[in-house]
């Protein structure tokens, strides 16, 4: 499976709803992320933290990808979409368009927690 590790910087952030915001992350100029419609980044969102975001956005735009983040779990993935400004350096990880089925079939328990799952396919 192959994965890639990005840098990125937050272009956008917006509370559309209580606590739940949409965060562009843009790439730097003259890199391109080819995405699928259902793929997901994961983002190191503290040090020893990563966690799991679906990319809302287009994949006919590949300069940036955007997640829509509910932050009500309060744990690290929310504070970090809570504290993150505009102009912030991210690092996440995303698997090439190619590999998108198998990143469902193969993703690690670890990662598809169960209880993840039963919040966005209830
Ligand atoms: C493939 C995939 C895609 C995902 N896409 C998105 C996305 O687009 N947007 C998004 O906001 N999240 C998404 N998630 C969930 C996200 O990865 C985090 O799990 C979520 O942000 C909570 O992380 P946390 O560190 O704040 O809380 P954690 O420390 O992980 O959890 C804190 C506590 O809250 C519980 N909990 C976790 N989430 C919820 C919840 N939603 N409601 C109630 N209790 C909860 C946990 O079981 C735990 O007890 C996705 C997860 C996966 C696996």
Known sequence: MAVKNYQATVSIK???AK???LVRFSLPENETMDFLPGQFVTIA???????SYSIASSPSHNTYVETY???FAGGPGSQF??????GDQVSFLAH????SISLITNQS??????QDLRH???
């Open 45 to 51: 969102v503290a040090p020893n933290a990563r966690r």
């Open 81 to 86: 979409f809570e504290n993150v400004k505009v």
């Open 14 to 16: 917006e509370e559309v």
């Open 19 to 21: 606590s739940t915001y």
């Open 96 to 99: 090439l368009a190619s590999s």
């Open 120 to 122: 966005f396919y209830p």
């Open 69 to 71: 983040a509910d932050t």
């Open 109 to 114: 328990t670890s990662m598809l927690r169960e």
